[in-house]
């Protein structure tokens, strides 16, 4: 079992950057591939990026592609997401997320562990 724990939100103004971090329990941090997720007020909640185990692959939302890095550090049982240009439309609650299969998916309900989220305000 994984337990997930986000930090790093906060407010920014529009063109800012803000790092997310999340930190995981459990000595087979490694053997999970990890996904950062956001939720909206009055929205569902969609994917964001994923890794995979190794942190050798990676996936992105279209709509943060390119202004958003994700990481992780094994040894540290540590993921990042590295938010770079926000716009107002990134003000979401972000969740940290973890699934013990390889596989990079987009689909909330194929991740077992969650974090409690972080908040992430962008203004203009």
């Known amino acids: 079992q994984v337990q997930l724990v986000e930090s790093g939100g906060g407010l920014v103004q529009a063109g800012d950057s803000l790092g997310l971090s999340c930190a995981a329990s459990g000595r087979t941090f490694s053997s999970y591939a990890m996904g950062w997720f956001r939720q909206a007020p009055g929205k569902e909640r969609e994917f964001v990026s994923a890794?995979?185990?190794?942190?050798?692959?990676?996936y992105y939302a279209d709509s943060v592609k390119g202004r958003f890095t994700i990481s992780r550090d094994n040894a540290k049982n540590l993921v990042y997401l590295q938010m770079n240009s926000l716009k107002p439309e990134d003000t979401a609650v972000y969740y940290c997320?973890?699934?013990?299969?390889?596989?990079?998916?987009?689909?909330?309900?194929?991740?077992?562990?969650w974090g409690q989220g972080t908040q992430v305000t962008v203004s203009s």
């Open positions: 890794i995979s185990w190794s942190g050798g692959s990676t």
């Open positions: 997320a973890a699934r013990p299969i390889n596989t990079i998916v987009v689909v909330k309900e194929s991740y077992d562990y």
